[in-house]
């Protein structure tokens, strides 16, 4: 197997997938945001957003806190340590593997 | 695009997000006018006046940074977190040391184009303000560039203005002789200041209107 091959057999295939990709780069790009930002950004519906959430915190990339804007609930994102690992080590497989 | 470019482009959303409400250029502009009004009263008061004195500017600084800051905070606490969502920026060294690099460099710039006599240092600031401006603001929104045009021209047509009429229309131009500028370079800065200060504003006050009509707050449900 070539190096190329095997850069892309190690992707991520949590982070890979289009839709966690863009709510991992936003992400990665702050130190946390709100589900409206992330909602807003990547034109995804609550549903869509909700369940690429969920997948990215069972692989323990995100933390979601549910908190309160006064009296309106806020739901705070933001990428864990291991995330943040997880999406460095991605781009650099990305980059070997293109 | 690749997907290199386009996982770059994801990262560099957040920071086009900060001035979706147009607050960036807003505060921005507020802070360019006013270092212009101060330096304006300096120039129109009397060399002993209270608007001379060192502690008086570093106060004026002090509370100009925090009305801003506190300004942009309530702002967008009110109108933008509700509306398009609330982001919290990492703080990074990085970042700061580039904005410390650019203000010595341009510092420099200015000082060498003083000493070496340049009749126009004025035109430094438009050189420097507007590829800034098209590479921070104006890549990600279209019509910005309209913006980055008027800057170009404006910067450039004030710099290249004859000092006699730059001195005629500064009100006390014999402040100057007295302070270590040239009077024509100390009254084009002012005139430059003054222009680059108000399209920054007007042009962040369009971004905020556009905002606020296009945008509403979405109705709380369950996320």
Known sequence: MNDSIRNISELDRVIHEPGRLMIASLLFAVEQADFLYLQHETAMNKGTLSSHLSRLEEAGYVEIAKTFRGKIPQTLLRLTPAGRQAFESYRRNLKAAL | ?223
């Not at chain 2, 330096?39 to 608007?51: G, N």
């Not at chain 2, 590479?135 to 021209?153: E, H, M, P, S, T």
């Not at chain 2, 680059?196 to 905020?208: C, N, P, Q």
């Open chain 2, 1 to 223: 695009m690749t997907p290199q470019e386009q996982v770059q482009s994801y990262l560099e959303q957040p920071k086009r997000y900060f001035n979706i409400d147009g607050l960036g250029e807003i505060d921005l502009g507020v802070m360019v006018l006013g270092f212009n009004l101060i330096s304006w009263l300096q120039v129109l008061t009397p060399e002993h006046s209270f608007w001379h004195r060192i502690w008086v500017f570093l106060l004026y600084v002090a509370l100009m940074v925090m009305v801003i800051d506190r300004g942009t905070k309530f702002v967008k606490k009110r109108i933008t977190y509700p509306r398009t969502g609330f982001v919290e920026y990492r703080r990074e060294a990085r970042g700061r040391i580039v904005m410390i690099a650019f203000g010595a460099v341009t510092a420099a710039a200015f000082a060498v184009l003083m000493a070496l006599g340049h009749g126009n240092a004025a035109a430094l600031m438009g050189m420097v303000i507007v590829p800034s401006y098209a590479y921070g603001i104006a890549r990600a929104v279209q019509w910005k560039w309209l913006v980055v045009a008027v800057l170009a021209v404006g910067t450039l047509a004030l710099a290249t203005l004859p000092a006699s009429l730059v001195v005629s229309l500064v009100p006390d131009p014999t402040f100057f002789p007295k302070s270590r500028f040239p009077a024509d370079l100390a009254g084009s800065c002012l005139f430059e200041e003054m222009f680059i200060g108000a399209t920054f504003l007007v042009s962040g006050g369009i971004t905020l209107y556009r905002y606020l009509s296009q945008t509403q707050a979405p109705e709380q449900a369950a996320e």
